[in-house]
């Protein structure tokens, strides 16, 4: 797993109060327990954390793509 | 009743907002005051709210109808005194006038400190209470945003329109164990109502339930409550402290 992916799984996990190792990086965010209010939330911390900027689109529905979309504008 | 607490309270030297900030205090939170200025009035005020000087209190000069100013000063407050648990909007003016004569500023300047500010210093500290997944939001809101009221069109907007967001807010935030209420006081003794004559106030004793005019500490004891766990199934309530002026 990269630094990215790695450092979006552990904001998410702290915010639904869960282990690292629990959080799947593959299924859909609301799979995972996350609504769009939860989404809109945690992009504002991943860009707050990483210091970048995400702009989400529908077809970002998992961390994998979030990942992916991050690491792509850097 | 708030031991370990941090408080934010914003029109924190004056009035109902210095009432709440000392009972706070005496509860033991350590209290945030932000007022406009830094200035000997309220230096004094502060002195007044921690008169033993053993409390944990600090002033914060801070421009609350500025979104940038507001987050320079959440940031400094977080920084200062930690997670913030508690937020008191309080601050608010009045620029009162028949409805013809409110100029462009008299209506834009409630509005930007009464509804704009409260939304500012909320938007500024509620993420902090989404990653603490707790919080308590009060909003100063007046029985003059439920019934309305001559001469102040422009004040009963701001206060009505704080009843719409504490709502709004409640909903969004219940499920991150945030709350949201509203007070909305009636006529209480502060620098707001001492612009009335003594006929005035009689007039206005009159019409409540309770003949007499409420006291800061009347209001702080609700902020108190709300502020604490004591209230912890209640959100998205508008409660008022009137002495049974609007019933």
Known sequence: MNETKEAIVKIIAEYLDKDASEISTTENFTDIGLDSLDIMELVMQIQDELECKIELSQDITNIDKLAELIESNK | ?247
């Open chain 2, 1 to 247: 009743m708030l031991e370990g607490k941090c408080a934010v309270v914003t029109g924190g030297t004056r009035g109902i907002g210095k009432a709440v900030a000392k009972k706070f205090l005496l509860s033991g939170a350590a209290v945030a005051v932000i007022a406009t200025k830094d200035s000997e009035d309220a230096r004094k005020a502060l002195k007044e709210i921690n008169p033993e000087g053993t409390g944990r209190v600090k002033l914060y000069a801070c421009d609350i109808s500025d979104p940038e100013a507001v987050d320079v000063t959440a940031k400094q407050i977080t920084e200062e005194l930690g997670k913030v648990d508690i937020l008191v909007n309080n601050a608010g003016i009045t620029r009162d006038n028949i409805l013809p004569a409110l100029s462009k500023d008299d209506i834009d300047s409630v509005i930007d400190i009464n509804l704009k500010g409260t939304m500012y210093v909320t938007k500024a500290f509620i993420r902090g209470m989404v990653r603490a997944k707790s919080g308590s939001i009060i909003n100063m809101s007046s029985v003059v945003g439920l019934m309305g009221n001559k001469g102040q069109t422009n004040y009963a907007a701001s206060k009505a329109g704080i009843i719409g967001f504490t709502k709004a807010v409640a909903r969004e935030y219940g499920r991150k164990n945030i709350r949201c209420n509203a007070i909305a006081p009636g006529f209480i003794e502060t620098r707001m109502t001492d612009a009335l004559n003594e006929e005035q106030k009689k007039e206005i004793i009159k019409t409540l339930a309770i003949e007499r005019l409420g006291k800061p500490e009347d209001v702080a004891e609700l902020a108190l409550f709300l502020a604490s766990d004591s209230s912890s199934y209640i959100t998205g309530e508008v409660i008022k402290v009137d002495g049974g002026m609007y019933v």
